[in-house]
Every structure is written in C-alpha cells, then in structure tokens.
C-alpha cells in the first residue's frame, strides 16, 4: 500500500507565505513524476506544479515566479512553497505522484487534500 501524507496549509493574508508538504510512504519502489494541483470551489481540478524525477519543473502561468516545487527524493517528499499569495489562490491543494509500487505496479496516488486560505 502506498500513502501520501500532506501537511501545511491554512489561512494567510494577501502578499503572505505558506509551505506545503507531501510525504510518500508504503511499498514504493520508484517515484516518477511529483506534483500539486489545485481545486478551487465550482471549478474543476488543475496543474499547480510538477517536478519529475530528473528535477524538472513545469508550472501553471498562474503561479509562475510566486511559486516553488521541490523534492527530496531520499524522503519521498515533495513540497511546494507558495509566496505573494493572492485571494485567487485560495483551494484545496492535493499532491500526486506516480509511484511504482514494489509489486511492480504503476498508477497515480493522491494525497487527502489540504485548504489554503488567503484573505485580502
């Protein structure tokens, strides 16, 4: 069983910070590609970030410059830092990571979603 865990979020003010977390745990053999989206309410689930095994990154314009993805693979954590918030930022935030198992199985797993608040 593969589980990913996040941690961080909440509620910031306009122009704050906040620093998210996502661990992988379980029966992992390899961690391909990692990332975070984003579903705000009445909208549909989209691309915040990624960053693949080899260290690229891919970002959605929205968020280009004001934030950071970045891995440790000796953790199997992923993290995304966020600065210069804006009202516009605010979801619920969920890492992915497509994770090889050590049955040897390949799929998409998702973490349990965390809120990010930003007031103005």
């Known amino acids: 069983q593969v589980l990913l865990v996040q941690s961080g979020g909440g509620l910031v003010q306009a122009g704050g910070s906040l620093r998210l977390s996502c661990a992988a745990s379980?029966?992992?053999?390899?961690?391909?590609?990692m990332g975070w989206y984003r579903q705000a309410p009445g909208k549909q689930r989209e691309l915040v970030a990624s960053?693949?095994?080899?260290?690229?990154?891919n970002y959605a314009d929205s968020v280009k410059v004001r934030f950071t993805i970045s891995r440790d693979s000796a953790k199997n954590t992923v993290y995304l830092q966020m600065n210069s918030l804006k009202p516009e930022d605010i979801a619920v935030y969920y890492c992915?990571?497509?994770?090889?198992?050590?049955?040897?199985?390949?799929?998409?797993?998702w973490g349990q979603g965390t809120q990010v608040t930003v007031s103005s």
């Open positions: 992915n990571a497509r994770i090889t198992n050590g049955s040897g199985y390949t799929g998409d797993y």
């Open positions: 379980g029966s992992i053999f390899s961690i391909n590609r």
């Open positions: 960053i693949t095994s080899g260290g690229s990154t």
